[in-house]
């Protein structure tokens, strides 16, 4: 059982930089695979990155490429979504999901968070 929490959610300006962090509870933080999804407003969830267990593979969707950044700190059970270079298409609310593949289908973790807000403003 892992139980996930994001946190550093906000408003920004266009250009801004947030970055997101989801602490997850339990053992095995290291055994699974972990996601970034998002949700805009009368949108469906989806995909933003993925880090593999090992960390060594980080997928991003195309979008995102060149201005986000996932990581994770496995003493510290915590994955990090840096956000740069936001703009206003970038607000939604950020999920982090845990589970046994690094992939972008959301039906594929097993673990989620309760979501945080990011709005960023033009």
């Known amino acids: 059982q892992v139980q996930l929490e994001e946190s550093g959610g906000g408003s920004v300006q266009a250009g801004g930089s947030l970055r997101l962090a989801c602490v997850a509870s339990?053992?095995?933080?290291?055994?699974?695979?972990m996601g970034w999804f998002r949700q805009a407003p009368g949108k469906e969830r989806e995909f933003v990155g993925t880090?593999?267990?090992?960390?060594?593979?980080?997928t991003y969707e195309d979008s995102v490429k060149g201005r986000f950044t996932i990581s994770r700190d496995i003493a510290k059970k915590t994955l990090y979504l840096q956000m740069d270079n936001l703009k206003s298409e970038d607000t939604a609310v950020y999920y982090c999901?845990?589970?046994?593949?690094?992939?972008?289908?959301?039906?594929?973790?097993?673990?989620w968070g309760q979501g945080t807000q990011v709005t960023v403003s033009s």
């Open positions: 880090i593999s267990r090992s960390g060594k593979v980080i």
């Open positions: 999901a845990a589970g046994e593949f690094d992939t972008a289908l959301a039906d594929e973790y097993r673990y």
């Open positions: 339990g053992r095995m933080f290291s055994s699974y695979a």
